[in-house]
């Protein structure tokens, strides 16, 4: 299915169910990761992330993000996230989030290592079904240095337990890699 069908029918989809409740972009999370790396060569592996973000105002928030992965093959690697966003809310329980950020990215495996950087551009959708259900869909173009470009589609749902506090999963479908997220986001 096309990436930019599929982003139409998710925003279609979560419109009618939104009720009150308000979006808070300053917290903490952590996460599991589960990681399938590479097309022609499959490299599997997990990890953990640490991500935060903070609210400016109405409108404007920083976000960073730092993953550890241990991959097959003895392969270890590590990322870096820093960046900024902008967020329009078509109503209390709908935003539109734009990011622009900064990522470092290195493998290494036996003495050797690569790594690369660039810029990332995204856009999506957050959303509140009820109290208790948050959703978000979105698009992610990276363009690395020396290594190209990734896309990306990501998918998200989280449940609080309270005001503050929320399991999640989330899935990022990449042009190299995809990933599942399990984790715990803290919101104050």
């Known amino acids: 299915m096309?990436?930019?069908?599929?982003?139409?029918?998710?925003?279609?989809?979560?419109?009618?169910g939104v009720v009150l409740a308000d979006m808070n972009y300053t917290g903490v999370e952590i996460n599991y990761l589960d990681l399938d790396v590479g097309d022609t060569v499959s490299v599997n592996g997990d990890g953990f992330e640490f991500a935060g973000s903070w609210e400016?105002?109405?409108?404007f928030h920083l976000f960073g993000s730092w993953q550890d992965q241990s991959l097959d093959f003895d392969i270890d690697g590590r990322t870096l996230e820093l960046g900024g966003g902008w967020s329009h809310g078509f109503s209390d329980t709908l935003d539109f989030v734009g990011t622009l950020s900064y990522v470092d990215a290195e493998l290494e495996s036996g003495g050797l290592t690569a790594s690369d950087d660039g810029l990332a551009l995204g856009g999506g959708i957050r959303t509140r079904l009820g109290e208790s259900f948050e959703l978000d869909a979105g698009l992610k173009y990276v363009d690395f240095d020396e290594s190209g470009s990734d896309t990306g589609l990501h998918v998200g749902a989280r449940y609080?337990?309270?005001?503050?506090?929320a399991l999640g999963a989330s899935l990022d479908d990449n042009d190299n890699a995809d990933t599942l997220r399990l984790g715990f986001r803290w919101e104050f």
Not at 6 to 13: D, H, I, S, T
């Open 56 to 59: 400016l105002n109405d409108q």
């Open 160 to 165: 609080y337990f309270n005001d503050s506090m």
């Open 2 to 16: 096309n990436r930019t069908a599929l982003f139409g029918a998710l925003v279609a989809a979560f419109v009618p």
